[in-house]
């Protein structure tokens, strides 16, 4: 499947709060609590501007928000980068876009002087193919914290070095 044109957007609009929800929703990966908190960071970032420490690329077709990633500098680092999420609404997962909008994700954070990006993830079996997209880019697993999120539930730390 070809990968269709994307346009990409670094600034938020108010429009993207419905866009965020709508996105994080039609994956079924994510609790019930964690999707207002995906809300707050965006609202965050409309209140802020360009002073908010969460910065954004959104991924567009034909002006629509497809993908997304959050990130931003990791307090008390030099050039430390966390990635806060990456989300591909369902109806155009597995056509390359995650993988593209990442791969600009990272070229911003060099950009701006990131060294390396840190992004976390459940040990569940349902988010296997988030640890193998990972692990595919080059990150590599660098901790584990079990029983994390819940009983069960072990946090994935994976880190990407420039």
């Known amino acids: 499947m070809e990968t269709p044109k994307l346009t990409y957007r ?23 609590f964690e999707i207002p ?3 707050e960071l965006v609202e965050d970032a409309l209140m802020d501007g360009e ?13 629509k928000p497809v993908s997304y990633t959050c990130y931003g500098q990791i307090g008390g680092t030099e050039a430390g980068y966390d990635l806060y999420w990456i989300i591909t609404h ?10 593209i909008i990442i791969e600009e994700t990272h070229r911003i954070i060099q950009e ?25 880019l080059g990150y590599k697993l660098e901790a584990e914290i079990r029983d994390y999120y819940k009983e069960g539930d072990t946090k994935l730390i994976y880190i990407y070095r420039f």
């Open 37 to 39: 908190v995906a809300l």
């Open 112 to 136: 701006l002087g990131g060294k390396y990006v840190i992004a976390e993830t459940s040990g569940l079996e349902k988010y296997a193919p988030t640890r193998k997209f990972y692990l595919n």
């Open 90 to 99: 369902n109806d155009y997962r597995g056509q390359g876009i995650g993988k």
């Open 10 to 32: 670094r600034h938020v609009l108010p429009g993207d709060v419905k866009a965020v929800k709508e996105m994080a929703e039609s994956t079924g990966f994510f609790y019930d």
């Open 51 to 63: 002073h908010s420490s969460y910065k954004f690329l959104f991924a567009e077709i034909g002006g």
